[in-house]
């Protein structure tokens, strides 16, 4: 069985948050003298006050957009604080570990190292799915977290929903499923399994569909009960009015927008793909359910060397595991693209 209190880190179970002025008094009409605030609103933004600790008007439009409670979403400062409390709320410095599954996101391994948390590596077979017998091969006693990216980044592709859903059902520690790019992809997301599963924290990100990576946005849906957690132990004021605001304006107004962009992301991308195959230093092209798309070449090196000449910027993962000459290329904008396939094109590589 799943049991959330004996997964949690002691210290982590035992504290008692901070509280803040805005925790002990949450009304919104009064005078204010409770938080050393500057009284004058020279914004006229009520910038000069400090923001709602909880988000609680945001919260509230996500979950009637969704069908989740308000009380089972944590909002963060990008998908990566999330991904920071998770590993600090249930893994143990220097005792516990999490399993990623590379060629994969670099931020779970780069946050379970600042926390002296170990990381074990199973990697995705040759067609970057999971290899199920090898994962559960590596979970061990200390096991508290295994990171599902799906769509996965850098390989773009979705990991089989079956395979995720028997893992999350199996493993009894905590899986967290980084759900950047569903929006691109014609998988469904498993935001509808999380009242089924205890074990499930789900990311998501205001910065890739939502087009609004520069407010640092990021979404964990999971139980009530580790929610609470996360609210425990995140710093008081951790989203910023500015933040709040553009996002709520985002939610109620943006969505036509947010699904007519992707639409035409994902045209641009097929456009894109038609026209790299037929490019004679394109090897393989992988399958892509993201908003980028991962391409092996003849020499990965010099042709990023070459198109940054050109002063178009892709990333190079060469160097990452399975990802031997490959380089990750963003969709852009129809322009964009043009030039990139014209650059392509002209160069003799
Ligand atoms: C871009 C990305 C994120 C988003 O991170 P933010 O901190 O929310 O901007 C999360 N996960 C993956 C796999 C990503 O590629």
């Not at 939502?210 to 979404?219: E, F, Q, T």
Request: aromatic share 8%.
């Amino acid at each position: 069985m799943f049991d959330l209190n004996n997964l949690l880190r002691n210290n982590i179970k035992n504290i008692v948050a901070y509280s803040s002025a805005r925790d002990e008094f949450s009304g919104k009409e009064g005078i204010f003298l409770d938080a050393n605030e500057n009284p004058f609103d020279k914004s006229h933004e009520r910038l000069n006050r400090y923001p709602d600790p909880y988000q609680r008007e945001l919260k509230n439009k996500m979950a009637l957009t969704k069908k989740v409670k308000a009380d089972q979403i944590f909002l963060g400062n990008g998908s990566d604080e999330a991904i920071d409390l998770v590993i600090r709320a249930f893994c143990n410095p220097g005792i516990d570990n999490i399993i990623i599954m590379p060629p994969t996101y670099g931020m779970y391994e780069v946050s379970a190292k600042i926390n002296d948390v170990k990381v074990k590596k199973v990697n995705l077979t040759q067609d970057f799915q999971i290899n199920t017998n090898a994962l559960m091969e590596a979970v061990d006693a200390h096991t508290k977290i295994i990171f599902i990216c799906s769509p996965n980044n850098p390989t773009g592709n979705c990991l089989d929903t079956f395979t995720i859903k028997k893992i999350i059902e199996k493993f009894r520690g905590i899986v967290v499923l980084d759900e950047a790019y569903i929006d691109f992809a014609e998988n469904k997301s498993l935001l509808n399994e999380l009242n089924n599963h205890p074990n499930l924290v789900i990311l998501r990100t205001f910065s890739k569909a939502w087009g609004l990576a520069g407010i640092r946005l990021g979404v964990a849906y999971a139980s009530r009960s580790i929610i609470e957690v996360f609210n425990k132990i995140k710093p008081p004021y951790n989203i910023n009015s500015l933040t709040l605001e553009k996002a709520i304006a985002s939610v109620e107004k943006k969505k036509e927008d947010k699904i007519k962009e992707v639409e035409k992301i994902l045209n641009e991308k097929e456009r894109l793909l038609k026209q790299l195959s037929s490019i004679g230093f394109v090897q393989h092209i992988h399958k892509s359910d993201a908003n980028f798309f991962l391409v092996k070449v003849n020499d990965a090196k010099e042709l990023y060397q070459s198109l940054i000449r050109k002063g178009i910027i892709t990333r190079n993962r060469s160097n990452v595991e399975l990802c031997e000459n490959c380089l990750r290329i963003t969709v852009g904008t129809k322009d964009e693209n043009n030039l990139l396939i014209k650059t392509l094109k002209e160069l003799n590589i």
